[in-house]
C-alpha cells in the first residue's frame, strides 16, 4: 500500500461544476494535510492546509479531513477551465517535517 | 515578497559530470527541503534543513548526492558522476518553522531546476 494515495485520473468535470478530488493515507499519526496545485511544467503550488478534522474554506476551494477514515479531499465549486491542472496531495507522514505525496491527479475543466 | 527562487532553471549535463544546484528560501524561513519529481509522480523526499544543521536524508539520495546550507542562507545540492536516471526536476522548498501545524509548516516550492542526463 502506498503511502498517499490519489486517484491518478483524469478527472473531466463540466465549467461550473464541482470537482472533487480524493487522497487516503495510511499513517494514523500524520498530523497536516495539504493540496498543491501543478500546471504542466511548473513546480507545486500550495492551495490549501488543513489540520483538524472537518471543512476548511478557502474562496471556491474547501478542503475536508477525515482523520478516522485516513481520508482527505478537496472541493472545487463552479470549476473554471483554469483549475485545469494535477493536484497534489502531502501529508507530513507521522508528524515528521519531509512532505510525503500522492501521485496526484490530473484534473481537466470542459467549457 | 520573492518567494523561493533556483538556479539554474534547466541543465543538460553529459553522463558522469558533476552538476551543482542552488536554492534561496523565503528570507524569514529557517526550514529548507530538497525533492525530486519525475513524470508523472509526485515529488519525493531528498533532504532537509534546520538552519545549517541537515536534520534528515532520504534513502533515495545516493553517495553520489551531496546537499548544503553553510550559513543557513542559501542552499547547494551537487549530484557527482551523473547518471541518466538522474534526470528530473529538483524542488526545493521553505517553511518558516519548526511548528507542527500550518501554517508554520507549510511549504512553498521554487521554480524547480529540471535536469536533462544524456
Known amino acids: 500500500q502506498k503511502e498517499v494515495e490519489q486517484n491518478s485520473g483524469p478527472l473531466s468535470v463540466p465549467e461550473g461544476a464541482i470537482a472533487s478530488l480524493n487522497c487516503t493515507y495510511s499513517?494514523?499519526?500524520?498530523?497536516?494535510f495539504f493540496w498543491y496545485r501543478q500546471y504542466s511544467g511548473k513546480s507545486p503550488e500550495l492551495i490549501m492546509s488543513?489540520?483538524?478534522?472537518g471543512d476548511k474554506e478557502d474562496g471556491r476551494f474547501t478542503a475536508q479531513l477525515n482523520k478516522a477514515s485516513q481520508y482527505v479531499s478537496l472541493l472545487i465549486r463552479d470549476s473554471q477551465p483554469s483549475d485545469s491542472a494535477t493536484y497534489l496531495c502531502?501529508?507530513?507522514?507521522?508528524?515528521?517535517?519531509?512532505?510525503?505525496f500522492g501521485q496526484g491527479t490530473r484534473l481537466t475543466i470542459n467549457p | 515578497d520573492t518567494g523561493v527562487s533556483q538556479d539554474p532553471r534547466h541543465k543538460i549535463t553529459k553522463r558522469g559530470q558533476n552538476v551543482t544546484f542552488r536554492c534561496d528560501p523565503i528570507s524569514e524561513h529557517n526550514r529548507l527541503y530538497w525533492y525530486r519529481q519525475t513524470l508523472g509522480q509526485g515529488p519525493e523526499f531528498l533532504t532537509y534543513?534546520?538552519?545549517?544543521?541537515?536534520?534528515?536524508k532520504s534513502r533515495l539520495l545516493s553517495d553520489r548526492f551531496s546537499a548544503e546550507r553553510p550559513k543557513g542562507s542559501f542552499s547547494t545540492l551537487e549530484i557527482q558522476r551523473t547518471e541518466q536516471g538522474d534526470s528530473a526536476m529538483y524542488l526545493c522548498?521553505?517553511?518558516?518553522?519548526?511548528?507542527?501545524?500550518?501554517?508554520?509548516?507549510?511549504?512553498?516550492f521554487g521554480p524547480g531546476t529540471r535536469l536533462t542526463v544524456l
Open positions: 522548498a521553505s517553511s518558516l518553522t519548526s511548528g507542527g501545524s500550518p501554517p508554520e509548516n507549510e511549504q512553498f
Open positions: 499513517d494514523r499519526v500524520s498530523q497536516s
Open positions: 534543513f534546520q538552519n545549517e544543521a541537515q536534520l534528515e
Open positions: 488543513i489540520y483538524s478534522n
Open positions: 502531502a501529508v507530513n507522514m507521522g508528524g515528521a517535517q519531509k512532505l510525503v
